[in-house]
């Protein structure tokens, strides 16, 4: 399970936000971020807890190992005001599982 | 740049089988460099994971989900297959599939960067 937090997040343009994930067991660093807009697929951002997706703003940043994860994403643009979905995947047993979301909206 | 289209019927009554399908274009869905997911997203909800699977047919299901799901690749079609039997009202979601770089240890890492648009399935009588 993943717990995510905030569920939402009121940020102007220019900010810097950070959203943060916890899995309840170690999971090392597999870890993803996808960002959804409404209507639409999810989009990856960030792979194995830190690496960049290609073709992905470098605004978007991931960290954290273990338990404890971060997507920060610096100076916010228009077009970030979207939800956000951390993703976990383990072994024992095989399964994945997304955090609740978080969506940054306009203050 | 590979293209998935997912497809289903749009609507199906309580306790039937709900079928779908991902037909993929721009790639191949023989190569075991891939990995494939089917997810679903109740209308104003998150994300859930249904399954998983490799071409070699070996697949992962969401405990969740129980004996109700059976997912499958047909490579003559070019398309993935998912099947969610007994269906409820709580199966109403928009469905997606997805693919991804193949995980180094079974499913441990998986991520998927290419995902179809979705298909509604609504159940109701």
């Known amino acids: 399970q993943m717990t995510q937090s905030p569920s939402t997040l009121s940020a102007s343009v220019g900010d810097t936000v950070t959203i943060t994930c916890r899995a309840s067991h170690f999971i090392s660093t597999s870890l993803n971020w996808y960002q959804q807009k409404p209507g639409k697929a999810p989009k990856l951002l960030i792979y194995?807890?830190?690496s960049l997706q290609s073709g992905v703003a470098s605004r978007f940043s991931g960290g954290g190992s273990g338990t404890d994860f971060t997507l920060t994403i610096d100076s916010l643009q228009p077009d970030d005001f979207a939800t956000y979905y951390c993703?976990?995947?383990?072994?024992?047993?095989?399964?994945?599982?997304f955090g609740g979301g978080t969506t940054v909206e306009i203050k | 740049q590979p293209q998935l289209q997912e497809s289903g019927p749009g609507l199906v009554k309580p306790s039937e089988t709900l079928s779908l399908t991902c037909a993929v274009s721009?790639?191949?869905?023989?190569?075991?460099?891939?990995?494939w997911g089917w997810f679903r997203q109740p209308p104003g909800k998150g994300l859930e994971w249904v399954g998983s699977?490799?071409?070699?047919?070996?697949?992962f299901y969401n405990p969740s989900l129980k004996n109700r799901v059976t997912i499958s690749v047909d490579a003559s079609k070019k398309q993935l297959s998912m099947k969610l039997t007994s269906v409820t009202a709580a199966d109403t979601a928009m469905y997606f599939c997805?693919?991804?770089?193949?995980?180094?240890?079974?499913?441990?890492?998986?991520?998927?960067?290419?995902w179809g648009q979705g298909t509604l399935a609504i159940v109701s009588s």
């Open positions: 993703q976990e995947s383990y072994i024992d047993p095989p399964a994945l599982a």
């Open positions: 194995a807890a830190s």
């Open positions: 997805a693919r991804g770089p193949r995980p180094i240890v079974m499913i441990r890492g998986a991520s998927f960067d290419y």
């Open positions: 721009g790639g191949s869905i023989t190569s075991t460099s891939y990995f």
């Open positions: 699977l490799f071409y070699s047919a070996t697949t």
